[in-house]
């Protein structure tokens, strides 16, 4: 099982980007999606999930109405694109997968993880 993200970077405070992240060696539309932060010196958190048809998803209060999670089953991707940035977003992203049956917001609850992404917001 490999989970590839991409699509990190430096940003300025205000602006945008787009995370990726391609699945393979399982059958992707049978799990759930769900980006993880952490920041240096901090557990790693719940950033958004998607359910395994694309249907429901869930997000952390601090990013509400900025990042928007979305997944293509036909290409075995999944994406966070992350609007109005700031400082305090700066953390590596990670991407997980867990068997589908119900979002979940804890790491445990994921089976699989790629090797993180790092997104840096200067002010």
């Known amino acids: 099982v490999q989970l590839q993200a991409s699509g990190g970077g430096l940003v300025e405070a205000g602006g945008s980007l787009r995370l990726s992240c391609g699945a393979s060696?399982?059958?992707?539309?049978?799990?759930?999606m769900g980006w993880f932060r952490q920041a240096p010196g901090k557990a790693r958190i719940f950033v958004a999930g998607?359910?395994?048809?694309?249907?429901?998803?869930s997000y952390a209060d601090s990013v509400k109405g900025r990042f928007t999670i979305s997944r293509d089953n036909a290409k075995n991707t999944v994406s966070l694109q992350m609007n109005s940035l700031n400082p305090e977003d700066t953390a590596v992203y990670y991407c997980?997968?867990?068997?589908?049956?119900?979002?979940?917001?804890?790491?445990?609850?994921?089976?699989?993880w790629g090797q993180g992404t790092q997104v840096t917001v200067s002010s």
């Open positions: 997980a997968a867990k068997w589908r049956g119900g979002l979940g917001s804890r790491p445990n609850d994921y089976n699989y």
């Open positions: 060696g399982i059958t992707f539309s049978w799990y759930d």
């Open positions: 998607v359910d395994n048809n694309g249907r429901i998803t």
